[in-house]
């Protein structure tokens, strides 16, 4: 069974530790480097990416998360997730760091302000049994990928799922639905990863 940890520095941590365990693996709250180099993967939750980039800063986790992906671990991203997971951003912070990982450029609150927010079906590609409900909240989407990058799904002709070897990111937040597909989906391939 994989541990993986989710990046508890902000944002909606105990949702997606409750879906990990749904979708079986052992999960546990990631705060220090210490916690970081002790779990086979990675979620980075939803949130607001500008304060959780900078207390990754604060906490000493910038460099150990970019070299940590660097080396493999796989990481799921949701949303402020997502975020992070961009090579590049724009309507970013000046001062806004991200961890990267993912060959993409992502724009950020691209879907429009709080009371925009909006759920809609996704078709995810590799969830063959029925769309998920993807719950979008001040959410970003991609604007463009590498060659390297797989888009898993698009909606009103925006990316929002992409995965780039063993890093994932969704534009929209599976954690706070009872669907634990997209974590089931994430947890095979840690499994698949470890070899076990
Ligand atoms: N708009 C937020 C940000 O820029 C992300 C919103 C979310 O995670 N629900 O970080």
Redesign the pocket.
């Known amino acids: 069974t994989p541990t993986i940890g989710v990046l508890a520095l902000q944002?909606?941590v105990r949702e997606h530790l409750i879906a990990l365990a749904a979708a079986d693996a052992v999960a546990r709250p990631v705060r220090r480097p210490e916690e970081l180099a002790d779990v086979d993967a990675l979620v980075i939750?939803?949130?607001?990416?500008?304060?959780?980039s900078k207390l990754a800063v604060i906490f000493g986790l910038l460099e150990p998360l970019r070299e940590r992906i660097r080396e493999g671990m796989p990481v799921y991203g949701?949303?402020?997730?997502?975020?992070m997971l961009a090579n590049k951003i724009l309507?970013?912070r000046d001062d806004q760091e991200t961890v990267g990982g993912i060959d993409m450029i992502v724009r950020?609150?691209a879907f429009g302000r709080q009371n925009e927010?909006f759920e809609a079906a996704v078709d995810v590609k590799g969830i063959n049994d029925g769309p998920v409900e993807g719950v979008?909240?001040?959410?970003?989407w991609v604007e463009s990928v590498g060659g390297a990058v797989d888009v898993l799904a698009v909606h009103d002709g925006h990316t929002v799922a992409v995965r780039q070897g063993n890093v994932l990111a969704t534009s929209f937040?599976p954690e706070l639905t009872g669907d634990h597909r997209m974590h089931a989906l994430f947890v095979d391939s840690v499994a698949k990863t470890l070899g076990t």
């Open positions: 944002g909606d939750p939803g949130g607001e990416s500008t304060t959780m949701t949303c402020a997730g997502m975020i309507d970013g950020r609150n927010s979008f909240i001040r959410a970003p937040h």
